[in-house]
């Protein structure tokens, strides 16, 4: 018999500690809900949990995009069947006037309404935006113009350096024209924007170091931020300044993302080109008019072409709705089984697991009375001293 060494408890003893890590594990997850807390519990779980998770947030993300773009769908679509409902007056109107039956004086009649229909096209589409973006001016999707690998921006006053970091900020091109330079200057307090085309807005503006103004050409459809003097000849829109510029790219097709994959994989977006359905871009500009029976007739054909272009459009929007309709299922379905994934490794089965505390629970009660037994039984060595 020995009493340096008490082999027995130290077993008991080393037993019980692994028994208690174990327990307090459980413990962890069965009070978190997750099998997986830290790293240690599994290592390639956790990093494919984590990469299932990454996946969930941009499905998320993607989801809300759908569902926004269904939104913006749903803006447009609702535009254009009023204007087809105008192009339906219009063409009763021209009918109407291209007929001999109708006196000259009648023709002038006509002809007012017709003009007020055309103007409410424009109306109508110049109100159809949707978070600052005109939808249906055939501008949907035009941005700062870029040049250049990598992309420079080839308008200036967003130009900044260490020294001189004024610039444009917040730059919002909802109702600008595609491909179109607009030129900035400033005099007396004021700031004029004019675009290629001659059509300008002249806005209040305060000179000074430092002074940061919102600025709203509204008529023109450009917004920007911009921080600095604007009165300055390097960093501002003084005369010869070299900031006075901004550039527009040419019309392009907008794009929905809806996939969280890589910005080249096409398969992440839905495109579409909405067009142009302006009095302008259905032909049924300023030339058209019913005042007489030729221009009436001249009319009729111009409204028949408009009525195709129009449902062109229509098309269009009802083929990206139903694309988008697809889109959303396959997102819910994607998000639906990713998130049961990363469920089924990451997260806690709640009845193995309490069975295994129980259990734990047992050996570290079974661990603690044996370790007692085992510093107990070296207490015979006192026999022999009696």
């Known amino acids: 018999m020995y009493i340096q060494n008490?082999?027995?408890?130290?077993?008991?003893?080393?037993?019980?500690?692994?028994?208690?890590?174990?327990?307090?594990?459980?413990?962890?997850?069965?009070?978190?809900?997750?099998?997986?807390?830290?790293a240690g519990d599994d290592a390639a779980g956790m990093s494919i949990a984590n990469s299932l998770r990454n996946n969930e947030a941009g499905l998320t993300a993607a989801q809300q995009n759908a569902s926004q773009a269904g939104s913006v769908l749903q803006i447009a679509d609702g535009a254009t069947q009023t204007i087809s409902t105008i192009l339906d007056r219009m063409k009763q109107l021209a009918t109407e006037s291209a007929?001999?039956?109708?006196?000259?004086?009648?023709?002038?009649?006509?002809?007012?309404?017709?003009?007020?229909?055309?103007?409410?096209?424009?109306?109508?589409?110049?109100?159809?935006?949707?978070?600052?973006?005109?939808?249906?001016?055939?501008?949907f999707g035009v941005g700062l113009a870029t040049t250049g690998s990598p992309p420079v921006q080839t308008s200036t006053i967003l130009q900044a350096t260490a020294s001189a970091?004024?610039?444009?900020?917040?730059?919002?091109?909802?109702?600008?024209?595609?491909?179109?330079?607009?030129?900035?200057?400033?005099?007396?307090?004021?700031?004029?924007?004019?675009?290629?085309?001659?059509?300008?807005?002249?806005?209040?503006?305060?000179?000074?170091?430092?002074?940061?103004q919102n600025f709203n050409f509204?008529?023109?459809?450009?917004?920007?931020?911009?921080?600095?003097?604007?009165?300055?000849?390097?960093?501002?829109?003084?005369?010869?300044?070299?900031?006075?510029?901004?550039?527009?790219?040419?019309?392009?097709?907008?794009?929905?993302?809806?996939?969280?994959?890589?910005?080249?994989?096409?398969?992440?977006t839905?495109?579409?080109?909405?067009?142009?359905?302006?009095?302008?871009?259905?032909g049924l500009g300023t030339g058209v008019s019913v005042d007489t029976a030729t221009n009436a007739a001249a009319a009729l054909?111009?409204?028949?072409?408009?009525?195709?272009?129009?449902?062109?459009t229509?098309?269009?929007?009802?083929?990206?709705?139903?694309?988008?309709?697809?889109?959303?299922?396959?997102?819910?379905?994607?998000?639906?089984?990713?998130?049961?994934?990363?469920s089924v490794i990451r997260d806690t089965n709640m009845a193995q697991e309490y069975t295994n505390y129980s259990k734990l629970q047992i050996m570290q009660q079974a661990g603690t009375a044996m370790l007692a037994q085992a510093n107990s039984s070296q207490q015979s060595v006192l026999k022999l001293f009696q």
């Open 6 to 38: 008490n082999t027995n408890a130290s077993n008991a003893l080393n037993n019980l500690g692994v028994t208690e890590v174990k327990l307090a594990s459980s413990i962890q997850k069965l009070s978190s809900g997750f099998r997986l807390n830290n």
């Open 99 to 139: 007929s001999s039956n109708v006196t000259d004086s009648d023709r002038q009649k006509i002809q007012a309404e017709f003009a007020q229909l055309q103007q409410e096209i424009d109306r109508t589409v110049g109100s159809t935006v949707y978070q600052g973006q005109t939808l249906l001016n055939g501008n």
């Open 165 to 212: 970091p004024a610039g444009a900020s917040n730059i919002n091109l909802g109702g600008a024209k595609a491909s179109t330079t607009y030129t900035l200057a400033y005099t007396l307090n004021k700031l004029t924007m004019t675009d290629a085309a001659g059509n300008s807005q002249v806005l209040a503006a305060t000179p000074g170091v430092g002074v940061v």
């Open 218 to 268: 509204d008529k023109l459809g450009i917004s920007f931020t911009f921080n600095g003097d604007v009165s300055s000849t390097t960093t501002g829109f003084g005369t010869a300044s070299p900031d006075t510029t901004i550039v527009t790219s040419a019309a392009a097709a907008a794009s929905f993302r809806v996939g969280s994959g890589a910005v080249t994989d096409s398969n992440n």
């Open 270 to 282: 839905i495109s579409l080109t909405l067009g142009d359905i302006s009095t302008t871009g259905l």
């Open 301 to 312: 054909t111009a409204i028949t072409t408009a009525v195709g272009t129009l449902n062109s």
């Open 314 to 342: 229509i098309g269009t929007i009802g083929a990206a709705e139903s694309r988008l309709g697809y889109a959303t299922t396959n997102l819910n379905s994607l998000y639906q089984n990713v998130s049961a994934a990363e």
